[in-house]
């Protein structure tokens, strides 16, 4: 049996994510450069005994993966875009690159105090000089990594007067531009602690600095960990849409009460909703649907009505 095709003005498009071709493409940049200066911070690190420095290097190791993995979560989700098995989009690919990256961060803390721990207990020579050299070159890419990334990290406001914080941003880069921050915070630790030890004979303060910055990044990485994980479990119902879609459903003239709502996120700052009203008025879900429209945030809206009869039995339309 040959099943019919729906008219063309009642279909619509699923994609809801256009894309970040610009954060694909600095995103891998800032692979390249982060991979090169990964290599030379390490190998200066065993070699001039610089626990801070090593520390840096190594975590930056699992910054160049995340970076790698933001670029890959950008190209997937591209590709398959218009994939069918994908209910609403292949745009929480880049959400779940980003909650990826901060279990990275998380392993990255872990690992940077224990080595730095380890080095406060049993301290060693350290080749002051050329750590410094190293630090500073660390630093100056790192800088450059986070410039190219900086769009990523602004937080964004709608139409209708109200940012709805750290949820109106690409988390994909935002998990990039973190691991770049990171890093950058440790090479300054890394730079004032090698100072320190160099002229004040201070060599504590380089495992200390280590444990400083892995303070850091652990308070990052939640932070990364937080909202990404809310996006990925569609835990929205505290955003400021819910209320505003009460809002113009009470409000209406035609009188219904909300019987079910369920918001979640689609893409950056976009937002499907699925509305179960109660009424006894003679009304189409079309009416409530033109008048959540104003809302350019709403891409997706699926309403229900459930008419009251005399005899309060509901039926759907």
Known sequence: ??????????????????????????????????????????????????????????????????????????????????????????WKIEVLAGYTSALLLVLVAGSMLFQSVERLLSPGPIYYDQAIALAFIGL??????????????????DTHGHADHGHDQDLNLRAAYVH??????????????LIAGKFWGASWLDPVMGIVGAILVAVWAYGLLRDSGRVLLDAEMNTPVVGEIRQIIESSPMKAAISDLHVWRVSKGKFACIVGLVTDEDTSPTYFRNALSKHDELAHVTIEINRLTPDHNGGTS
Request: glycine share 6%; charged share 10%; aromatic share 10%.
């Open 1 to 90: 049996m040959e099943h019919s095709q729906p008219d063309n003005d009642w279909t619509h498009s699923h994609v809801f994510n256009e894309g970040n071709p610009l954060a694909q493409k600095n995103t891998t940049r800032a692979v390249i450069l982060t991979t090169v200066m990964m290599v030379v911070e390490i190998v200066g690190g065993y070699t001039f005994n610089s626990m801070a420095l090593l520390a840096d290097g190594w975590h930056m190791s699992s910054h160049a993966l995340a970076l790698g993995l933001s670029v890959l979560a950008y190209v997937f989700a591209r590709r398959f875009a218009n994939d069918s098995r994908f209910a609403f989009g292949t």
């Open 180 to 193: 770049v921050i990171a890093d950058a915070a440790t090479s300054v630790l890394a730079i004032v602690a």
């Open 140 to 157: 100056v890419v790192n800088i450059v990594c986070a410039w190219l990334l900086k769009d990523g990290h602004g937080h964004s406001h």
